[in-house]
C-alpha cells in the first residue's frame, strides 16, 4: 500500500548555515493518525511547512498523496490547521469557514452546508454569527480545526491544534481525530502534549535537533522497557524473595522496593510470570497485585532528549497534559 507520506533526507538550511532538519526520513501510511513531536527547536514546524510548501527545503525527496512533495494539486486534498494561525478579527466563525472553503475550491452551493455541519462538529454552531475577534484561543482553534477539514480533505495536517483549548475542548478533538481516522483519513500531528498523542497515535516519531530518532508505535518503541511489578501483602525478606524469583525464572534485573513491598520483574510475557507467582506462594507470601508496566510516551521522549544530549535553546520538556 502507498504510503500517505514518504519522504527521505529533508534537509533545511537557513542563513547563518542553521540547520533546521538534517536528513528527516519519514513515512505515514493511510489511515492512521501520526504523531510528531520533540522540544522547542527541534524543527517540527520546519517540516510541516516544507510539507505545505510554505518553506523550501534545501534538500528533499519522496512523495505526499502519491505526488512529489512541493506538487500544488496535492494541496487541494490536504486540511491544514498552522501554529500560531490568525483569522481575520472582524470576520464571523461561518464566514471564515466559507472563504476557506472558497479558497480550497470548494463550490458556492456546498459551502454553506459545509460550514453548518463543520460548526456542529467542532460544538461551535452557537458562535457561528459571532466575529472571531470576540473568541477565546480555544474557540479559535475548534474554528481553525473546522476550517481545516472544509475541503473534506484525505490528509488533515495538524500543527499544535489543541495549544490554548481547555480539557473539555481536547477531548472533543481527540474523538474528532479519531473520527476522522474512521471515516479512512490520514492525521498528521505535531503537539507538545504527549498524553494526547499517546491517547490518540498509532504511531509517532521523536524529533531531535533536526532528526528523527525514533520512530513506530507505542508497543514497538517501548518493548524493551516492559515489565511486571508484583506487589506483596506484608513481605517478609523482600530481597530474598527477589532473588529467589529471579532464580526460578533465570533472569537478570529484578528489582525489590521496600516502601512499596513490591518486585520488578523484566519481562513482557505473561505466561512466564506464572513461575514467579508460584515461586513467591510456595515461599509463604501473599501477592496483593500484579501490573504490568512499561515506558510512557514522556518517558520515550526524555530518553530520545537524554541520547541526542540536547541542547537547544529554548528546549522544553513537551506537557503531559494541560496548557503550554
Known amino acids: 500500500m502507498e504510503s500517505t507520506i514518504d519522504i527521505q533526507g529533508v534537509e533545511k538550511i537557513y542563513r547563518g548555515k542553521t540547520h533546521a532538519l538534517r536528513g528527516v526520513d519519514l513515512r505515514i501510511a493511510p489511515g492512521e493518525v501520526f504523531g510528531l513531536l520533540g522540544p522547542n527547536g527541534a524543527g517540527k514546524s520546519t517540516l510541516v511547512k516544507i510539507l505545505m510548501t510554505v518553506i523550501r527545503p534545501t534538500k528533499c525527496a519522496g512523495t505526499m498523496l502519491g505526488q512529489p512533495i512541493g506538487s500544488k494539486s496535492t494541496l487541494a486534498r490536504v486540511g491544514y490547521l498552522p501554529e500560531h494561525h490568525k483569522f481575520p478579527g472582524y470576520l464571523k466563525g461561518a464566514q471564515v469557514l466559507d472563504f476557506f472553503g472558497a479558497m480550497s475550491g470548494v463550490p458556492r452551493a456546498q459551502r454553506k452546508r459545509k460550514a453548518a455541519e463543520l460548526l456542529e462538529l467542532v460544538d461551535m ?18 474554528v481553525g480545526l473546522a476550517q481545516a477539514l472544509m475541503n473534506n480533505p484525505q490528509l488533515v495536517v495538524l500543527d499544535e491544534p489543541t ?10 478533538i481527540r474523538n474528532i481525530l479519531l473520527r476522522l481516522k474512521d471515516e479512512g483519513r490520514t492525521v498528521f500531528l505535531n503537539s ?3 498524553s494526547e498523542l499517546e491517547m490518540v497515535c498509532d504511531r509517532v516519531a521523536i524529533m531531535v535537533k533536526g532528526k528523527v530518532t525514533r520512530q513506530g508505535t507505542i508497543d514497538e518503541l ?32 529484578v528489582q525489590t522496593e521496600d516502601t512499596t513491598g513490591s518486585i520488578t520483574i523484566p519481562l513482557s510475557d505473561p505466561a512466564k510470570i506464572q513461575g514467579a507467582i508460584d515461586r513467591l506462594r510456595a515461599g509463604g507470601q501473599t ?6 508496566s512499561r515506558a510512557s510516551l514522556e ?11 540536547d541542547a537547544t535553546p529554548g528546549a522544553s520538556k513537551p506537557h503531559k497534559g494541560g496548557e503550554r
Open 125 to 142: 454552531s452557537a458562535w457561528a454569527n459571532t466575529r472571531i475577534g470576540k473568541y477565546s484561543k480555544g474557540m479559535r482553534q475548534r
Open 163 to 172: 495549544d490554548g483549548v481547555d480539557p473539555v475542548g481536547r477531548r472533543d
Open 192 to 194: 507538545h502534549l504527549l
Open 222 to 253: 517501548t518493548e524493551d522497557t516492559r515489565r511486571y511489578i508484583i506487589t506483596l501483602h506484608q513481605p517478609s525478606d523482600l530481597a530474598e524473595s527477589g532473588r529467589l524469583v529471579g532464580q526460578a525464572l533465570s533472569i537478570e534485573g
Open 287 to 292: 501477592i496483593r497485585s500484579i501490573q504490568p
Open 299 to 309: 518517558d520515550l521522549f526524555m530518553s530520545a532528549v537524554a541520547a541526542e544530549g
